[in-house]
Antibody, heavy 124, light 107 residues
Framework: EVQLVESGGGLVKPGGSLRLSCAAS????????MNWVRQAPGKGLEWVSS????????????YYADSVKGRFTISRDNARMSLFLQLNSLRAEDTAVYYC?????????????WGQGSLVAVSS | DIQMTQSPSSLSASIGDTVTITCRAS??????LNWYRQKPGKAPELLIY???SLQIGLPSRFSGRGSGTDFTFTITHLLPEDFATYYC?????????FGGGTKVQIK
């Protein structure tokens, strides 16, 4: 069974940092591109970042939404079957539930499995 | 960035009804359009990908159609678990964008 479990969320002050983790199980993690999507309280879905299955090679990629570019960093450890999101210079508007989501096998930024989410609250 | 406009933003329907949601892209996205359902307090769930392909294991009462800039998503024979919020998403661009959502409520 495919499972994605996020952790690392919490309350942080504006300007602070946090590192989210997503532990994957039940599939060959190293073969799949992965993504982060967030949802502010009572709002819709907002894509945050995507990363290809491998961090090297001609087909590798990392993409960010403009709203987080330069402040957030996506990374992965295929040996540990984990995806990460480093959140720096946090702002109130970054308050959201952050979901880890898997791409379909053929890629294409179609999110076929999602974690339960991790809440990040930015407030003084 | 490609803007995705969903309509309506909410609708009321009864169990057994058929409902249709529309999604319009600000530019041609061919068929790179996906639909998700999000039940309250839960993560989204993929229903339709590539505009009209039903995600494996899901019932055929969910369907999608369209290409270019205009897309529709239809649920026939509404069940209690279908009262949720639905989102379209374009995966044509490197910058993925979602529609604003359509909340389907019980009449």
């Amino acid at each position: 069974e495919v499972q994605l479990v996020e952790s690392g969320g919490g309350l942080v002050k504006p300007g602070g940092s946090l590192r989210l983790s997503c532990a994957a199980s039940g599939f060959n993690f190293s073969a799949y591109s992965m993504n982060w999507v967030r949802q502010a309280p009572g709002k819709g879905l907002e894509w945050v970042s995507s990363m290809s299955s491998s961090s090297s090679g001609s087909r590798s990629y990392i993409y960010y939404a403009d709203s987080v570019k330069g402040r957030f960093t996506i990374s992965r450890d295929n040996a540990r079957m984990s995806l990460f999101l480093q959140l720096n210079s946090l702002r109130a508007e970054d308050t959201a539930v952050y979901y880890c989501a898997r791409d379909t096998y053929h890629g294409g930024r179609i999110f076929d499995y999602w974690g339960q989410g991790s809440l990040v609250a930015v407030s003084s | 960035d490609i803007q995705m406009t969903q309509s309506p933003s909410s609708l009321s329907a009864s169990i057994g009804d058929t409902v249709t949601i529309t999604c319009r892209a600000s530019q041609n996205i061919i068929s790179y359009l996906n639909w998700y359902r999000q039940k309250p307090g839960k993560a989204p769930e993929l229903l339709i990908y590539a505009a009209s392909s039903l995600q494996i294991g899901l019932p055929s009462r969910f369907s999608g159609r369209g290409s270019g800039t205009d897309f529709t998503f239809t649920i026939t024979h509404l069940l209690p678990e279908d009262f949720a919020t639905y989102y379209c998403q374009q995966s044509y661009s490197t910058v993925v964008t979602f529609g604003g959502g359509t909340k389907v409520q019980i009449k």
